[in-house]
């Protein structure tokens, strides 16, 4: 045992590193080959042109310490969702706010519960806090809520629901939603991670469906906390930009644990600006929704049943192991998510949307590297 091994809390030394999407550089290093990035849900066409303007001018600020409060961004989202600024958290990317979350309300003797084959941050910032990480089986590829309520008891103090989810790409309707909450109990509180949020509400629009009643939740002060993000339809990823709605007493809580100056001038300067880049945010959901529809064509034309996705990325059960089928798509320049692992889906693989030439790129790939392999 290592010499700071006598003084690191068991539960830290027991944490699984977190393994992120592999970087493009790693992969051509490895393999030589110009590599297309289609891993880690990020917006193909980059990020919104008025924000990467506002960062440049921002960052001729950068000698002064950003406003730790955010208030710009906070009294503007509050206006967009038209709830109270005092309800609303600016964060590092949402990942910090389920951190912020984990450490405010849990602890040992504690627990939280979510779902197999949900987003991997929530199991590693519920033990990070030292409490006990409950996971249910799905139901079709998607959340089970009837599941989730069963193995609720009294030491449960967050629910994490990814709407949603990462990475199976199912989504829970807003009634279903609705009865969920109406059956929580008081000590409970809901993580409603939305950051997929734009390309949902986008295809719900578009057929008709209520898909999410997050804004009416916050107004009405419900133990629930809404997340979401600018690294999707945003293109923000690197600027590391997130936020949470909820309770305005529960808020306060987490703001005082909030590390201070914790989201830089220019990525409030990018968040705030990219709220008004409509160009870029509509071409961007025009583009996933079309190619979708495209990516799942194909794959059904190989054999393949892709799980109906409501996010910009599909989830593929490839019947072989994911690692090894990731590795030779890389070879064919290709990076998609196995989601072995932690990810609970040893033979599965996740493709995020690209642009129209990505997503070719991606089928040419899959073809070339399953080349004679029996189709599943
Ligand atoms: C379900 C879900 N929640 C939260 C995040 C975190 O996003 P960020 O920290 O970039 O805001 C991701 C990122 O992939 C995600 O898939």
Redesign the pocket.
């Known amino acids: 045992m290592g010499k700071f091994a006598e003084i690191v809390p068991e539960h830290v030394r027991a944490l699984p590193a977190y393994v992120p999407g592999k970087p493009i550089q790693q992969a051509e290093a490895e393999y030589g080959v110009k590599m297309t990035k289609l891993g880690?849900?990020e917006n193909p066409f980059g990020p919104s042109p008025l924000a990467v303007k506002a960062v440049e001018a921002a960052a001729r600020g950068v000698n002064f310490y950003p406003d730790t409060e955010m208030t710009a961004l906070r009294e503007r989202l509050a206006l967009h969702h038209k709830v109270a600024a005092n309800q609303i958290i600016v964060t590092a990317?949402?990942?910090t706010l389920l951190d912020l979350l984990a450490r405010t309300l849990l602890g040992p003797g504690l627990n939280a519960v979510s779902s197999e084959r949900s987003?991997i941050?929530y199991p590693l910032v519920t033990r990070a806090a030292g409490a006990e990480y409950r996971q249910v089986p799905m139901r079709n590829d998607g959340f089970d809520l009837d599941a989730i309520s069963d193995a609720i008891d009294g030491d449960t103090r967050l629910v994490y629901i990814?709407n949603p989810n990462?990475p199976t790409g199912t989504m829970i309707p807003a009634a279903e939603m609705d009865r969920f909450l109406n059956r929580l109990p008081e000590n409970v509180v809901v993580a409603l991670?939305e950051?997929y949020y734009d390309y949902a509400q986008w295809m719900a629009r578009e057929r008709g469906v209520d898909y999410s009643h997050a804004e009416q939740y916050v107004r009405e002060e419900r133990s629930v906390v809404v997340?979401r993000?600018f690294?999707k339809a945003h293109g923000l990823?690197a600027l590391r930009v997130?936020y949470g709605m909820g309770p305005a007493e529960l808020i306060g809580y987490l703001a005082r644990i909030k590390p201070a100056f914790l989201v830089s001038g220019p990525a409030e300067a990018g968040a705030l600006a990219a709220m008004d880049d409509h160009t870029h945010y509509e071409k961007s959901m025009r583009n996933n929704t079309q190619q979708l529809e495209w990516m799942k064509r194909e794959l059904i034309e190989m054999g393949y049943t892709p799980v109906e996705s409501w996010a910009n990325f599909l989830y593929i059960e490839t019947g072989e192991d994911s690692s090894t089928l990731s590795r030779r798509l890389e070879m064919n320049g290709m990076i998609v998510r196995p989601l072995s692992g932690s990810w609970g889906a040893r033979t599965a693989i996740r493709v995020t949307i690209g642009a129209p030439a990505e997503n070719r790129k991606f089928i040419d790939a899959l073809k070339n590297a399953t080349k004679g392999a029996a189709v599943r």
Do not use: H, K, R
């Open positions: 880690s849900n990317g949402s990942t987003f941050i990814a990462n991670d950051a997340l993000t690294s990823a997130g």
